[in-house]
């Protein structure tokens, strides 16, 4: 179907019968600008298409690679549109707050809609915020929907200065429920540490669409601002997250390293990997999770795979499983992971239908697999449990499974631990 007269090519041709004469013109159509790579420099250089700040290269819609290079700039920066952002090297290439910004959506960088391929590569991305409570609430937030694919920077200082007990500072946000938005990321090989709140987390909606986030190959550490024990640093101010997917969020999460998240006083726990009422699509694989208060933590959430991982000096467990609030949470796999020197190495807590098979558990200071009196119809199954302080495998619950419990054991090994192999008889 065509409406209006047709244009058979890209000119415009007036025919004019005048004096007797034939008279064409021809008007040149207008085509799009070009695409441009653009420079960003202080001095800037000379020409069209360099800038002295990255948002003035940001907002010409021609520049669709701006190259940035070695200094300090100032942010805060917003990106709406498609655009590569890159930094001669997160060494040499600072993006850090010149004035306050926005207590609620107050980001060092943010990225909105209608942007859907936005990639952010090689900047130190660094804090503090000017106040001492909810001064500084992002270094990145994807928003409103938007794509960006974060890679090879580093992450820093995110917080209040000084550091507070304020539930702001996630040095990289994407959606956020409280602002009513979502947001989708590719978050790779990236150094991210000093952060107040959380390291890394993808939150979603209640109701309606999800954000997702494939998040590998990360360095996260948490606050080193105290001591908890000689060996060991942890915050005695805010409990921390390394890695955090909430409220119907889904990712990937594989192959981080995710350290130090502590709280002291133990009033409250931190978690490396913290699944919070998270979607029904979250695999966690291949990290490594060391000295956190709890190494992988599943809360409300169901139908997680959790396997491959190293969980290392947890102050109490490695895996927890765990039912709080109104979501269940159930229906969970955690699968060939390698649990060593944790307070539990796995534990269950109020947790239904859930399958532990194949993992080893070594050195915990209490039981290698602890199973609490309100959990039930979980099924653990060849699991190796050796050289723990107390008892391989240690189940409260009561009912018609192994050995009088509530839940289902089969072909586990218990070694070399210190109380007995098992709690009751039977486990392993």
Same mark, same amino acid.
């Given at each position: ?35 441009a790579t653009c420079t960003v420099k202080v001095p800037p ?162 109701? *309606?669409?999800?954000? $997702? &986030?494939?998040?590998?190959?990360? @360095?996260? !550490?948490?606050?080193? %601002? #105290?001591?908890?024990?000689? +060996? ?92 709080? *609030?109104?979501?269940? $949470? &159930?229906?969970?796999?955690?699968? @060939?992971? !390698?649990?060593?020197? %944790? #307070?539990?190495?796995?534990? +269950?807590?109020d947790t239904a239908s859930n399958l532990i098979d194949h ?70």
């Amino acid at each position: 179907m065509r409406f209006g007269p047709a244009i058979a090519s890209t000119k415009l041709r007036l025919v004019l019968l005048l004096s007797g004469s034939l008279i064409t013109l021809a008007l040149a159509a207008a085509s799009p600008a070009a695409a441009a790579t653009c420079t960003v420099k202080v001095p800037p250089a000379l020409g069209p298409n360099n800038f002295a700040t990255i948002q003035d290269a940001i907002d010409l819609s021609t520049c669709t690679t701006i190259n940035v290079k070695p200094g300090t700039y100032a942010g805060p920066i917003s990106i709406n549109r498609n655009v590569t952002l890159k930094g001669a090297s997160a060494a040499t290439t600072t993006i850090n707050l010149a004035t306050n910004v926005n207590p609620l959506l107050g980001a060092i960088v943010e990225v909105v809609a209608p942007a859907t391929k936005v990639t952010i590569s090689q900047f130190t991305i660094a804090g503090p915020g000017f106040g001492t409570c909810g001064s500084l609430q992002y270094g990145i937030l994807v928003r409103d929907g938007a794509t960006a694919t974060i890679r090879n920077n580093h992450i820093t200082a995110i917080r209040d200065e000084p550091l507070s007990g304020c539930q702001n500072g996630n040095a990289i946000q994407v959606g956020r429920n409280v602002l009513g938005t979502t947001g989708h990321a590719v978050i790779k090989n990236n150094t991210i540490d000093d952060y107040q709140k959380t390291g890394i987390a993808v939150d979603g909606l209640l109701v *309606g669409p999800a954000s $997702t &986030a494939t998040i590998t190959s990360n @360095k996260v !550490t948490g606050d080193v %601002n #105290g001591a908890c024990f000689p +060996l060991f640093r942890c915050s005695p101010i805010a409990a921390q997250n390394g890695i955090q997917i909430s409220r119907r969020a889904n990712a990937t999460v594989k192959s981080n390293t995710v350290a130090e998240n502590r709280y002291d006083p133990a009033i409250a726990s931190s978690g490396g990997i913290l699944l919070f009422d998270a979607g029904d699509d979250v695999t966690v694989s291949g990290n490594t999770a060391d000295r956190n208060d709890v190494g992988v933590w599943v809360i409300g959430t169901s139908n997680a795979e959790v396997r491959s991982n190293k969980l290392k000096s947890s102050t109490f467990d490695g895996v927890a499983i765990q039912h709080i *609030g109104t979501n269940p $949470t &159930a229906f969970n796999i955690v699968s @060939k992971n !390698t649990a060593t020197l %944790n #307070g539990n190495g796995i534990g +269950l807590y109020d947790t239904a239908s859930n399958l532990i098979d194949h993992n080893t558990v070594s050195t915990s200071d209490g039981p290698g697999f602890f199973v609490d009196a309100t959990s039930t119809g979980n099924f653990l199954q060849a699991n190796k449990a050796k050289q723990n302080f107390t008892f391989g495998m240690e189940d409260e619950s009561v009912g018609a499974g192994t050995a009088g419990t509530a839940n289902s054991y089969s072909g586990n090994s218990c070694t070399s631990n210190g109380t007995a192999k098992s709690d009751p008889a039977g486990l392993c």
